[in-house]
């Protein structure tokens, strides 16, 4: 067995057309979530694994002796795999660039919705047969602030300003030209902004860089909504 799709979900097995059989003849689809002892076994005599959502730790990978590649269908890899235990092993990991850019992107929106316009608090009301008039507010005109401009935050800048608003944005090398935002430094977004919308991987680097001080630098609750 050379390539093995350990856990594939069945609408990505019906889009293994004909024409890429014949690119990739020995393909192998695991339908299912396979357990660790199964995935153990799946993985032992390939050399190329495509894997969509379970974890491979150091312990399956040593089962593995012959495995070259994997290939993580998104852009989390560190979450599903070992990855210093698969570099140790001279096994590469690839993942799908852009992957769920702008769907992620959407989902934030719809959480700066869900917050300005306090939709979970009214729904509970509702449901338990009460109503209650909540004050909301609009994003049209008011300043989003954006942290970290990679795939996701990129799209996050582009729905912002198509929603009216006044976009700001910061990243770690820098923001790229051509987006519709103004580059400005950190500190100065959080002082500025109504909304701010993180889209940083969590690595050393970032990990506690919004932290109580720069919490502190942003507008009163009343003002604004984040």
């Known amino acids: 067995m050379t390539a093995i799709f350990i856990d594939c979900p069945e609408f990505l097995a019906g889009l293994y057309t004909p024409e890429l059989k014949a690119i990739v003849p020995d393909l192998?689809?695991?339908?299912?979530?396979?357990?660790?002892?199964?995935?153990?076994?799946?993985?032992?005599?390939?050399k190329y694994v495509i894997n969509d959502h379970t974890y491979l730790p150091d312990e399956i990978l040593s089962a593995a002796p012959g495995l070259k590649a994997i290939v993580f269908m998104g852009t989390g890899a560190s979450s599903y795999i070992d990855l210093a235990a698969a570099e140790r092993r001279g096994v590469r990991v690839r993942t799908i660039s852009g992957y769920g850019d702008r769907s992620i992107a959407e989902h934030a929106v719809a959480l700066m919705f869900a917050a300005g316009r306090r939709v979970a608090e009214m729904d509970r009301a509702i449901r338990a047969g009460g109503w209650q008039t909540v004050d909301g507010i609009e994003f049209l005109s008011k300043t989003l602030g954006v942290v970290g401009t990679g795939g996701i935050g990129t799209e996050m800048v582009r729905l912002g300003a198509g929603l009216g608003m006044n976009v700001i944005a910061w990243n770690r090398s820098?923001?790229?030209?051509?987006?519709?935002?103004e580059a400005v430094e950190l500190d100065g977004l959080m002082a500025r902004a109504d909304v701010v919308?993180?889209?940083?991987?969590?690595n050393e680097e970032t990990t506690g860089i919004i932290d109580r001080r720069r919490l502190a630098l942003m507008k009163p609750a009343r003002q604004r909504v984040a």
Not at 38 to 44: D, G
Not at 174 to 181: D, I, N, R, S
Not at 197 to 202: A, F, Q, V, W
């Open 28 to 46: 192998v689809l695991e339908i299912g979530d396979p357990s660790p002892g199964q995935t153990k076994a799946m993985v032992a005599g390939a």
């Open 197 to 202: 919308s993180l889209h940083l991987g969590l």
């Open 174 to 181: 820098g923001v790229a030209g051509g987006l519709p935002c």
